[in-house]
């Protein structure tokens, strides 16, 4: 292969990316695998402000729209919960090695700033 990968659809991808190519480019993709691990998942309707919750992990989503010149508006409880769909579940990562993978990278480009 020549030059870097532009998909990476597996582990593997990731562990090679790590081994054979630049920090700087394989470091951004390690620590989005963290940025992008948890998202906000709609989980119920709501009838008002106050059926819902709001705290770190939870808030409503108020969603306003016009029908017919009435204004309609939806209030949805979101959570915030780990994608089943990220790289990072779906490729069996587990913290450790990807923050260990990170703390390597941030290393490397210490040491050669240095």
């Known amino acids: ?34 940025a992008q691990r948890y998202h906000w998942m709609p989980t119920k309707v709501l009838t008002s402000q106050e059926e819902g919750i709001e705290d770190e992990t939870h808030r409503i989503d108020v969603q306003r729209s016009e029908v017919d010149g009435e204004e309609k508006v939806v209030l949805q409880q979101l959570e915030y919960v780990e994608d089943p769909y990220s790289d990072f579940a779906r490729f069996g990562f587990t913290l450790e090695e990807v923050n260990a993978a990170i703390a390597e990278g941030k290393a490397k480009q210490e040491q050669a700033a240095g």
């Open 1 to 34: 292969m020549k030059g870097n990968p532009k998909n990476l659809n597996s582990k593997f991808d990731y562990e090679y990316i790590k081994e054979h190519c630049d920090v700087e480019f394989w470091l951004p993709r390690w620590e989005n695998l963290l």
